[in-house]
T-cell receptor, first 112, second 113 residues
Framework: GESVGLHLPTLSVQEGDNSIINCAYSNSASDYFIWYKQESGKGPQFIIDIRSNMDKRQGQRVTVLLNKTVKHLSLQIAATQPGDSAVYFCAENLNTGNQFYFGTGTSLTVIP | KAGVTQTPRYLIKTRGQQVTLSCSPISGHRSVSWYQQTPGQGLQFLFEYFSETQRNKGNFPGRFSGRQFSNSRSEMNVSTLELGDSALYLC????????????FGPGTRLTVL
């Protein structure tokens, strides 16, 4: 029969603009979160992480915001570049081991 | 430092066969987790191994199994392959067992005909 894939949210931005990718996580007990970037044909690549005792963390061109009240994560990419085009996943961990739960992902396309 | 390596990168099998995939973690990492990625289900956790012991297991049938060796290298095995097992199988390694950053390998693309 026909396979039905996950509906992947998409985001298109102009090169040089800022991008914001959102993620709603599922478990209020999750205490560690990672954002990954996955390019076609490759494994997920670590971008930035945040623990539940923080609400903001910054890296190079990226910022992660955590709102535990509404169980929401966001990834902000500054000055988006064509090389940022990929699928972005948020992953949550319950600190019961290294079992991470992944969101469905957001496909980011950067328009030159 | 070398990243996570997985072999083989591509594999084609037929229904009913079994397959073994291999993962070498980053040097010094003791935890290895396996995930299945499909267009229909996304990234799903299979199991995690730490110090040769299975620490966590996802919701997959018993046809999916794994093991870890004393050098932290890990293998996963899928027996009696089904068409629905076609997927990208990803291995991730972490330094320790609890809530550590996971780094992924490139994956093994398994196609079941």
């Amino acid at each position: 029969g026909e396979s039905v894939g996950l509906h992947l949210p998409t985001l298109s931005v102009q090169e040089g603009d800022n991008s914001i990718i959102n993620c709603a996580y599922s478990n209020s007990a999750s205490d560690y979160f990672i954002w990954y970037k996955q390019e076609s044909g490759k494994g997920p690549q670590f971008i930035i992480d945040i623990r539940s005792n923080m609400d903001k963390r910054q890296g190079q061109r990226v910022t992660v915001l955590l709102n535990k009240t509404v169980k929401h994560l966001s990834l902000q990419i500054a000055a988006t570049q064509p090389g940022d085009s990929a699928v972005y996943f948020c992953a949550e961990n319950l600190n019961t081991g290294n079992q991470f739960y992944f969101g469905t992902g957001t496909s980011l396309t950067v328009i030159p | 430092k070398a990243g996570v390596t997985q072999t083989p990168r591509y594999l084609i099998k037929t229904r009913g066969q079994q397959v073994t995939l291999s993962c070498s973690p980053i040097s010094g990492h003791r935890s290895v987790s396996w995930y299945q990625q499909t267009p229909g289900q996304g990234l799903q956790f299979l199991f995690e191994y730490f110090s040769e012991t299975q620490r966590n297991k996802g919701n997959f049938p018993g046809r999916f199994s794994g093991r870890q060796f004393s050098n932290s290298r890990s293998e996963m095995n899928v027996s009696t392959l089904e068409l629905g097992d076609s997927a990208l199988y990803l291995c991730a390694s972490s330094l320790d067992s609890f809530g550590d950053t996971q780094y992924f390998g490139p994956g093994t693309r398994l196609t079941v005909l």
